[in-house]
């Protein structure tokens, strides 16, 4: 008695299971897929083990497919990067916007959330921001991703210190580049063991709030002295 086709049909293996599970995601959905299912993998096993094999696998998908919408490696380790560092930046503006007045607020919930998702995912965030990398061919690529989010990053605190502190366009600018570079070096003490979390924000909070501070004091006296310059101009026009 001949078999069943049903019986004849091999046993299906995972990866052909979530491909299966997949086919329903519409094509502007796919990318979008394809870059968590990278993340995963980065924030899991670090920078070293993202491959193409490997994320088409986790995927369910194809790598001709993967390739069809990064078509190398290097172009979707890129647009990682651009996802974690945008997401650091969006925790910024989004600890403003909950603070508008409170720096020390802001500033820690911004640190709480970053700290936390160093200890969570060293593996993702700490070779991207001290600028390291397992390949040679990205040293470039990336440090141009992090100089754009750089530049992003001390614009949003640059906006917060003109608002909340009046200070000068040059001097939140400045005071926002130090902060940003503080941070890198707040990471690599942190991820060194060298300073708990918890001290680190603590630390890094006083020392910003006595630049700001300073700063704010420096930028409150010209401009008083600028206003009676003017009050006097005004007083001798009307004479």
Not at 177 to 184: A, I, T
Request: net charge positive; aromatic share 6%; charged share 30%.
């Amino acid at each position: 008695m001949p078999k069943s086709s049903a019986s004849k049909s091999p046993r299906s293996s995972g990866p052909v299971e979530a491909r299966s599970t997949r086919s329903y995601l519409r094509a502007s959905e796919r990318k979008t897929h394809l870059l968590d299912v990278g993340a995963t993998i980065v924030r899991e096993k670090g920078w070293e083990d993202l491959t193409i094999v490997e994320l088409a696998r986790r995927a369910g998908v194809s790598r001709q497919l993967v390739h069809q919408y990064f078509g190398d490696l290097e172009q979707l380790a890129l647009e990682l990067a651009e996802q974690f560092q945008d997401e650091v930046c969006d925790a910024a503006a989004a600890a403003i916007e909950r603070h508008p007045d409170d720096l020390a607020a802001a500033m820690s919930e911004t640190l709480e959330r970053f700290l936390v998702g160093l200890r969570e995912h060293r593996l993702a965030y700490v070779d991207l921001f001290t600028a390291q990398t397992y390949r040679r061919r990205l040293h470039s690529p990336l440090r141009a991703v992090n100089s754009r989010k750089r530049r992003r990053m001390v614009d949003i605190w640059a906006s917060y210190y003109e608002r909340v502190y009046r200070l000068d366009r040059a001097d939140a600018v400045g005071l926002s580049s130090f902060q940003y570079d503080g941070l890198r070096g707040l990471v690599t003490q942190v991820d060194a063991g060298a300073l708990p979390a918890q001290d680190a924000i603590r630390l890094f909070i006083e020392v910003l709030t006595g630049a700001v501070e300073r700063l704010a004091a420096k930028t409150r006296p010209v401009r008083t002295e600028r206003a009676l310059r003017t009050e006097r101009g005004v007083s001798r026009t009307r004479r």
